[in-house]
């Protein structure tokens, strides 16, 4: 990198803006300060990392409580507008659709819903996801290359929080995930949680 006083003569500032410019980009480990040799761009790092997330039926069992799921939907749907930009598939093109709910003690605990890339899981509409969650069957058929998710407060839409078994005062949480397998989008899920009996946990 040009030294300090070029850098302040090329952009007419003082010498202790430019200084404290390089020391910020250095934090952030974007440069490198090598005493008496000069600063230099950092050699990019790559990080390989592993997720995992736990399907909710292996949460449930693991605390030794009783879980069961109901499918109230499985079938094929199309793309709209919305989930075209979030599946990176064409609007019209054909996805699978599920809505399960999950019982942890006779409780309904969560309820899912998922679009699903029919090229990374050809067989997903034919599954019993009462003997297998949704989950477990795509991380068997479309191994996880990484996930992107975002967790929000929910205002809930009448036929989910009467099958939540919810007041209408009660909070709800939303977690909205995108998982990837093979370069490619594989599931879109939203998959809501009443605040008082559940919360989101996951290993990264």
């Not at 929910?154 to 007041?167: D, G, H, Q, T, Y």
Request: hydrophobic share 45%; glycine share 4%; proline share 5%.
């Amino acid at each position: 990198m040009p030294s300090e006083n070029e850098f302040a003569r090329e952009f007419k500032v003082a010498r202790m803006t430019v200084n404290r410019a390089l020391r910020e980009l250095t934090a952030e480990q974007v440069l490198t300060r090598v005493q008496g040799a000069g600063t230099f761009v950092a050699q990019p790092k790559y990080a390989s990392t592993l997720v995992e997330i736990r399907s909710i039926s292996d949460e449930i069992l693991a605390r030794g409580h009783d879980y069961r799921a109901d499918v109230l939907h499985l079938g094929a749907a199309t793309v709209d507008e919305t989930l075209a930009d979030e599946i990176l598939l064409a609007f019209g093109s054909p996805v699978f659709h599920s809505r399960v709910l999950h019982f942890e003690n006779g409780a309904p605990v969560q309820m899912e819903e998922r679009y699903v890339n029919p090229a990374l899981a050809p067989e997903y509409a034919w599954q019993d996801f009462t003997a297998i969650t949704p989950n477990q069957y795509l991380m068997m058929t479309a191994p996880l290359q990484r996930v992107e998710y975002r967790i929000e407060a929910s205002v809930l839409p009448a036929e989910i929080r009467l099958a939540l078994a919810m007041k209408e005062y009660e909070r709800c949480l939303l977690l909205h995930r995108r998982t990837w397998s093979r370069d490619a989008v594989a599931s879109v899920a939203n998959l809501w949680r009443p605040g008082d009996r559940y919360q989101f946990t996951g290993h990264f």
